[in-house]
């Protein structure tokens, strides 16, 4: 099973960023669509963003952090990416990246993602 590492994450005062980094030594990524998801205490897992192979075809924002977070992806890299910009506490969740065959515009459907990492600990708290 491919190993997905997800960095970035950490405490963070509300109203500040963060950025997130997905990366893996064992595919290359830019030939699978990227997906971030989120899970918190209590809470089911919920999509937050995802985005094309080659980023240029399409990315998709949920609305929840429509408008504070972006998606990207640097393929020459291998990495992807999550920019959180002004962060609130019910953004605290642990983040997870993921791999998938495609993107829709429709929306990311964690069932179409296949490899997945450990997960980031985001937490926002004064």
């Known amino acids: 099973q491919v190993q997905l590492v997800e960095s970035g994450g950490g405490l963070v005062q509300p109203g500040g960023s963060l950025r997130l980094s997905c990366t893996t030594s064992e595919l290359a990524l830019e030939y699978y669509a990227i997906g971030w998801f989120r899970q918190a205490p209590g809470k089911e897992r919920e999509a937050v963003a995802c985005?094309?192979?080659?980023?240029?075809?399409?990315?998709h924002v949920e609305q929840s952090v429509k408008g504070r977070f972006t998606i990207s992806r640097d393929n020459s890299k291998n990495t992807a990416y999550l920019q959180m910009n002004s962060l609130k506490p019910e953004d605290t969740a642990l983040y997870f990246c993921a791999t998938g065959p495609w993107y829709s515009d429709d929306g990311c459907d964690a069932s179409e993602y296949n490899e997945w990492g450990q997960g980031t600990q985001v937490t926002v708290s004064s």
């Open positions: 985005i094309s192979r080659s980023g240029d075809d399409g990315m």
